[in-house]
């Protein structure tokens, strides 16, 4: 874990042990203070100290820079509050150490001028010289004394010391042999037995016959120590000390302790500028690093605020709105915290309810796209300028085109990819542009799965408030009715014809036969003959009668009879095995293995199979190949069982390949025009689709799909 | 905060740095040498001998004609080698402080022992140096067995504390102010 002391906490401490410190170091200053000693340290602990803190500051200032760099947000007044913080604090602060170094300077410079300078030596020279006259006139003394003393006897002075001695200001007088020795002490005090003051220093000089006089301490009392040859006997000598004055003394030991205290202070002068500069600059940095300490601390403090309204603006940029941010101070700052987060709120709610209207939007586009889907009808939707904005799966069905690559285009650019969707494009065009009424068409195209009847309805599209905002066109596959009307139509016609036509057939053959009959004897050759060729003819066309009904009878015949699972590659073998016998024709089958059986009767489906193989056979005029492809098959969703059949006879003319599975439409002299409708009314009762296959140039071929019978495992 | 913690450790090694680098800086020693050291020893006593150049820097001399007292500290210590040199077995130690001050009225120079507050006068410069410039010490030893290695330690020690405040500041980066010095005599 790791320990973060904040920068402010640190800051402070330090500042606080700074001026303790320096308090510290301010008594020390002083000589008497018992902290005197620890001057030294006091100034390394600040001096570190400081250097701690400048550290720290420049550390943060390192930080700030950084963060300027990368442009963070608050760093700019984050700077600038700093910045101002040091101006504010540096220029009083400089100019208050300015001044200060100029006092202290001048002031430490006018305690050592010349005129104190001079006095103080003149006062020490005045002491010298007072205390020389007073050594001079003791010396002057001790030589009276001894002059006083010359001629006696060793005795007669022995006993003479103590009398002189009282007679004048001395305090001690020593008789001393030629060697040093002493021979005779009188002091003052009169436990004292010797002299306080040693000779041997001085006797050397004395020896040499020179008097000698001398300024000397005693317990830092001063006194004038002569020494004096008396003519006594061989040679004897006198050590006299002279006490000074206390007064004397006193003014003494004052003016060389001054004398003494000013030539140190005066050597001390410099160092006194650089100990005083140092302190004062120490403060100056100490009040620097503190105002800038309080700077960064401060800018923090006011910028935190921003900081978090920068940090919840991306968070709100990002989506997030639930977190509000933290009010910390009651503040213009903190209102407008406060602010940020009641509006953060009101998008937060403008926003829930902008999601709940979009989500229920989406619900309805996603129905109304459902719905469009699920619709059999085909739906496309223009807008203002006319260009396709949306269009359903029926329309995709229905077209044959993925419609949804031409959105934003113009409805012509369908007919750029497809030549067949002219037509459709030439009849609806004109009609949009005219974006004023609702119209209805019928249009014919012409697609993979052969000529198509659509059911056009077509209706402009107005804003609520009036303006124009579109079109949209529905379209509905109209050829399965067209054709299930023409179906039932025909089936009517065919049941009348059954009715009408073929009842009456029988008794036109029975009576035709039976004229034959009774007048084959009676008629002459020529008539007879004329007559046998006449019934037959009249037998023949009421056979051709009966059998042209009996097929509008099968065509009129609805629903399927015995439907089951048969394999549609089984019974297309079967059926052609009997063409293939025939040596004149040739029968290729290619089948796919696993093609799934379909759902159907047997015996319609044979019929259907014998007609588009004996169709083949008459296209052919009896020679040729049929080629049979059983494939299985994925259309849409769906499974399929693909039958073509392709034969290589005259085909059929593509002008009247859209009406060849129409019931009386035939291209053979003798056909009755029912073969192909009776085979399409069979397989779309099967669910499936017959069609002409265009691509087929050959002769003719046809593309049966019947719907897979799927087993689920 | 990241950077605030690598500054901690920044500032700590600026500080131990400076704390370690400052006495390094300036322990060499320009004015004060040990020109010999010798340890006498019989039966009864030890006697160390030692002879210093005791030269003062123009700063001491100028600083002590106006008045200042100089103090140093001197140590002398004896003891018996041992392989680690913390586990030294302490056979004797003397310590004494001295001081050397200028006498304007008398225009004399004064050493004194601040142990037992007794004072030389020397009428010069030189004849204090060379005072304090000869160290002799005679003292009664602990029983000391021949096989055992002798080490003498001296050190002479400026007290740079003693003088006057504004010059203590000064007096660690001033060289003028290095008259410390030290030295070892080993066994041989």
């Keep these: 874990m790791r320990i973060r002391i904040p920068f402010g906490i640190s800051a402070l401490l330090l500042l606080a042990f700074i001026f303790l410190s320096l308090q510290l170091m301010s008594s020390a200053l002083q000589e008497a203070s018992p902290l005197s000693g620890m001057y030294s340290w006091l100034l390394l602990s600040n001096t570190v100290a400081t250097i701690i803190l400048l550290l720290l500051v420049g550390v943060n200032a390192f930080s700030l820079v950084r963060r300027l760099r990368k442009k963070e947000a608050g760093s700019r007044l984050n700077t600038r509050i700093v910045l101002l913080f040091i101006v504010l604090s540096l220029v009083p602060a400089g100019v208050v150490f300015y001044y200060s170094l100029q006092f202290l300077n001048q002031s430490i410079d006018g305690w050592f001028n010349v005129e104190i300078d001079a006095a103080m030596d003149d006062a020490l020279e005045l002491s010298h010289a007072s205390l020389e006259q007073r050594i001079q006139w003791n010396l002057k003394q001790s030589q009276q004394i001894s002059e006083r003393l010359n001629g006696k006897t060793l005795a007669e002075v022995t006993f003479a010391l103590d009398q002189v001695r009282e007679s004048t200001t001395a305090s001690e007088i020593t008789l001393l042999g030629k060697k040093g020795d002493i021979i005779a002490f009188s002091g003052l005090i009169a436990s004292d037995i010797l002299p306080s003051l040693s000779v041997a220093p001085l006797f050397l000089q004395v020896l040499q016959g020179k008097d000698h006089v001398k300024l000397e301490s005693i317990n830092d009392e001063l006194v004038v120590q002569a020494l004096v040859a008396i003519a006594v006997d061989e040679g004897y000598y006198l050590q006299i000390i002279y006490p000074i004055p206390e007064r004397i003394n006193d003014l003494t030991d004052s003016v060389e302790f001054a004398y003494v205290r000013f030539q140190e202070m005066t050597y001390l002068r410099h160092s006194l500028k650089v100990s005083f500069s140092l302190v004062l600059s120490l403060v100056l940095l100490v009040s620097l690093l503190t105002s800038i300490s309080v700077a960064f601390i401060s800018a923090r403090e006011i910028i935190a605020p921003v900081r978090d309204l920068v940090r919840g603006t991306k968070a709100v940029a990002a989506g997030f709105y639930e977190q509000p941010l933290p009010v910390k101070r009651q503040d213009d700052l903190g209102f407008l915290v406060e602010s940020f987060n009641d509006m953060v709120q009101q998008i937060s709610l403008s926003r829930d309810a902008a999601r709940i209207s979009s989500m229920e939007i989406e619900q309805q586009r996603a129905y109304l796209e459902a719905l469009l889907s699920s619709l059999t009808s085909g739906v496309l939707s223009f807008d203002a300028d006319l260009n396709i904005r949306k269009a359903n799966h029926g329309a995709n069905i229905i077209l044959h085109i993925q419609v949804m690559r031409y959105f934003g285009l113009s409805l012509s650019s369908l007919a750029r990819g497809r030549a067949d969707l002219q037509e459709l494009v030439d009849v609806v065009q004109p009609l949009l542009e005219k974006s004023d009424e609702i119209w209805q068409r019928n249009i014919r195209i012409d697609t993979p799965d052969g000529r198509r009847e659509l059911l056009c309805q077509g209706s402009p599209l107005f804003s609520t408030e009036g303006g124009y905002i579109g079109a949209v066109v529905v379209f509905d596959d109209i050829t399965d009715l067209i054709q299930a009307q023409k179906n039932e139509a025909w089936a009517e016609v065919a049941r009348r014809l059954a009715h009408e036509i073929k009842n009456p057939l029988t008794p036109i053959q029975l009576a035709a036969e039976r004229l034959q009959h009774k007048l084959k004897d009676k008629l002459g050759d020529e008539d007879q003959q004329l007559l046998v060729r006449s019934i037959r003819t009249i037998v023949q066309q009421v056979e051709a009668l009966k059998f042209m009904v009996d097929d509008f009878s099968v065509y009129a015949q609805s629903g399927r009879k015995e439907v089951e699972n048969i394999d549609l590659r089984a019974l297309v073998q079967e059926v052609a095995s009997l063409y293939d016998a025939d040596p004149k024709l040739s029968v290729l089958i290619q089948e796919e293995r696993n093609i799934p059986s379909v759902s159907a009767d047997v015996v319609t489906i044979r019929q259907v199979l014998h007609n588009l193989f004996k169709n083949a056979c008459e296209a052919m005029l009896g020679a040729g190949e049929i080629t049979i492809k059983i494939q299985s098959v994925v259309q849409g969703r769906a499974n399929y069982v693909r039958l073509a059949i392709y034969d290589t006879g005259f085909g059929v003319d593509l002008t009247q390949a859209k009406e060849i599975f129409e019931p009386y439409v035939s291209h053979k002299d003798k056909g009755t025009g029912l073969g192909l409708a009776i085979a399409k009314k069979i397989i779309e009762e099967h669910g499936g689709t017959i069609r002409l296959d265009s691509q087929y140039k050959e002769g003719a071929g046809f593309i049966i799909l019947f719907p897979a019978v799927m087993h689920l495992d | ?188």
């Design chain 2, 1 to 188: 905060m990241r950077v605030y913690k690598s500054s901690h450790k920044f500032a700590l090694i600026c500080f131990l740095v400076s704390v370690f680098c400052l006495p390094v800086a300036h322990a060499s020693n320009d004015w004060l040498h040990v020109k010999s050291m010798r340890l006498n020893a019989d039966s009864e006593k030890l006697q160390f001998l030692a002879e210093l150049d005791f030269s003062l820097s123009d700063t001491a001399r100028d600083a002590l004609r106006s008045g200042i007292v100089l103090y140093w500290d001197l140590k002398v210590s004896v003891a018996a080698a041992r392989l680690i040199a913390i586990f030294n077995r302490p056979i004797y130690s003397y310590s004494v402080r001295y001081s050397l001050r200028y006498n304007t009225l008398f225009n004399d120079y004064r050493v004194r022992n601040e142990k037992d507050m007794s004072f030389r006068r020397f009428s010069s410069l030189i004849d204090a140096a060379d005072y304090l410039g000869v160290i002799k010490y005679d003292f009664i030893a602990l029983p000391v067995a021949s096989e055992e290695c002798i080490i003498a330690d001296l050190n002479v020690t400026f007290d740079r504390e003693s003088l006057p405040i504004p010059l203590r500041p000064i007096a660690y980066f001033d060289e003028g102010w290095n008259l410390s010095t030290n030295a070892r005599l080993a066994c041989e």
